[in-house]
T-cell receptor, first 113, second 110 residues
């Protein structure tokens, strides 16, 4: 049972480049979400999904795009990377309601130069 | 707007020196309050969920309590391996989203 798998673990992008951060879970969780973590800012919600085909914006959605075509996968797309998107990105999943807690991936450390 | 404030930002303890971390929150209606542990370079690890005032949960040296305005994470006789950042988050009624505090960085010296 792998839990939540994020790839890549590290990435360096040039300003203006695009890329996709991958997130996959094997726990049949309905809910999936993306957070970014910055020093002194805590974890902030970017986008989330309550099921396949359903996505919604979180607190800081600008510059990011998501889709959810399967229950297992929830990729995060950076459309045109900016230095302000330098951060650590975490994917999390849970059953609806989060009763048993949210399971987080190990994170992707992204640097935009 | 739902908000979570954690204090202190950082706490240094000697091994065996018990203490408490605070999480104050405002939420329109509380569905759940979560505690997580995060080690450097890793994702948050789930510890507890609390649902109503007066509820308590324990795990090894950790005990979480909840009132209508705040939650405490009590650490009894901590060990160096308890060193980590502890995160508090709230979930509002009707929402699937978690709102996190900025965390308390705990260091336990041997």
């Amino acid at each position: 049972n792998a839990g939540v798998t994020q790839t890549p673990k590290f990435q360096v992008l040039k300003t203006g480049q695009s890329m996709t951060l991958q997130c996959a879970q094997d726990m049949n969780h309905e809910y999936m979400s993306w957070y970014r973590q910055d020093p002194g800012m805590g974890l902030r919600l970017i986008h989330y999904s309550v099921g396949a085909g359903i996505t919604d914006q979180g607190e800081v959605p600008n510059g990011y795009n998501v889709s959810r075509s399967t229950t297992e996968d929830f990729p995060l797309r950076l459309l045109s990377a900016a230095p302000s998107q330098t951060s650590v990105y975490f994917c999390a999943s849970s059953f609806r309601g989060g009763t048993y807690g949210y399971t987080f991936g190990s994170g992707t450390r992204l640097t935009v130069v | 707007e739902d908000q979570v404030t954690q204090s202190p930002e950082a706490l240094r303890l000697q091994e065996g020196e018990s203490s408490s971390l605070n999480c104050s929150y405002t939420v329109s209606g509380l569905r759940g309050l979560f505690w997580y542990r995060q080690d450097p370079g890793k994702g948050p690890e789930f510890l507890f969920t609390l649902y109503s005032a007066g509820e308590e949960k324990e795990k090894e040296r950790l005990k979480a309590t909840l009132t209508k305005k705040e939650s405490f994470l009590h650490i009894t006789a901590p060990k160096p391996e308890d060193s980590a950042t502890y995160l508090c988050a709230v979930q509002a009624l009707g929402s699937e989203k978690l709102v996190f505090g900025k965390g308390t960085k705990l260091t336990v010296n041997p």
